[in-house]
C-alpha cells in the first residue's frame, strides 16, 4: 500500500503535512529537514523541486526557490538525496512543482525515479486533469506514484467531482484563490464557495486544506473542516529566520534543523 494510504488508514484527523522547497536554505539541507520533520511529529511531507518561475506561490517561496536554484538543486541531485535517505525514512513524500521540470526532465524518466527514490505522490499544479488522464494517468498509475489534485474556491462541484476522481491520496483544498502565502482571515475563508457542503470532507477521500494555514489558530480551524492542513510558507519564514540567527551559535547543522522542525510544529499541533 502507498504510504499516504497508510496514513489515512490510521489517522484521519489533524493530519500535518510541511512543505518546503529542496535544496533551501543550504543545497544539502534537504535530507536534514526531511529527518528533522518526521521526528518532530509531521504525518507528510511535501518536497518542493524549484523552478524559476514558481507563479502559483507568492513572494516567500519564490526566494526559496530561486535561492536553492542558485544554490544549484536540480532533479538529479534532489532524486539522489531522496534515495540517500530511502531505507532510513518511512514519512509519506510528495514531490511538488511545476510541470516545465518534469516534462524536460522527461516524464517517464520522472516517474522511474520518484519510484526508486521513495517518492509516494505528486502535486503538479499547472499540469491540466485532462492531459494527465490522457497521456500520463496510467505511467503514475502503474508506479504506485499518486498524483494530486486542487480545488479551489471557484471550482463547481461538477468539476470538483471529476478531479477527485482523478486524484489518489488526498485531494488538496485551497483556502483561497491567489498565491501562497496569504494569510486566512476567517474561518469562512476555508470552505470554498458561499455552499459549505459543495466541497464537503468525505470518507472516500481524504481533504487537506492549504494556502494561508500559519499557525495554531488557523491549522484547528482548517482541520474542522479537512482532515488536516498544509502548511508552507509559514515554514520557509520560520527556517530562513531560525537558520540565519542559529548558524552563528552552533556547527552541529543536524541538531540545527532538527530543533527548528521540532519548535515549528509544537507550536503548530499546540
Keep these: ?39 518532530a511529529g509531521a504525518d507528510l511531507v511535501e518536497i518542493g523541486f524549484p523552478f524559476s518561475d514558481p507563479v502559483a506561490d507568492g513572494p516567500v517561496i519564490q526566494a526559496s526557490s530561486h535561492q536553492a536554484l542558485e544554490n544549484g538543486m536540480n532533479l538529479d541531485i534532489l532524486f539522489e538525496q531522496l534515495m540517500s535517505i530511502k531505507a532510513t525514512s518511512s514519512i509519506p ?4 512543482g511545476y510541470f ?37 494517468r496510467q505511467s503514475f498509475e502503474a508506479a504506485g506514484i499518486h498524483v494530486i489534485f486542487l480545488v479551489a474556491p471557484q471550482t463547481t462541484p461538477e468539476r470538483a467531482e471529476y478531479l477527485q476522481a482523478l486524484t489518489k491520496g488526498f485531494l488538496y483544498r485551497l483556502s483561497m484563490s491567489g498565491t501562497t502565502g496569504n494569510a486566512v482571515v476567517g ?78 510544529i509544537d507550536n503548530i499541533r499546540g
Design 1 to 39: 500500500m502507498n504510504r499516504i494510504d497508510e496514513l489515512f488508514k490510521r489517522k484521519q484527523e489533524s493530519v500535518l503535512s510541511i512543505y518546503f522547497t529542496a535544496g533551501f536554505p543550504e543545497l544539502n539541507d534537504t535530507t536534514l529537514l526531511i529527518s528533522g520533520l518526521e521526528k
Design 93 to 96: 513524500k510528495i514531490m511538488m
Design 100 to 136: 516545465n521540470t518534469v516534462y524536460q526532465y522527461g516524464v517517464d524518466r520522472f516517474i522511474s525515479k520518484c519510484s526508486t527514490s521513495g517518492v509516494d505522490g505528486v502535486i503538479i499544479p499547472d499540469l491540466p486533469a485532462e492531459v494527465y488522464e490522457r497521456e500520463y
Design 187 to 264: 474561518e469562512a475563508q476555508l470552505v470554498p464557495g458561499v455552499d459549505p457542503s459543495a466541497h464537503p470532507k468525505t470518507d472516500s477521500m481524504p481533504v487537506l486544506i492549504g494556502f494561508g494555514i500559519h499557525d495554531h489558530a488557523t491549522f484547528e480551524m482548517a482541520c474542522r473542516h479537512a482532515n488536516g492542513a498544509i502548511i508552507g510558507t509559514a515554514f520557509i519564514r520560520h527556517l530562513s529566520r531560525k537558520t540565519e540567527d542559529r548558524r552563528q551559535e552552533t556547527e552541529d547543522k543536524r541538531r540545527e534543523i532538527a530543533e527548528i522542525c521540532k519548535g515549528f
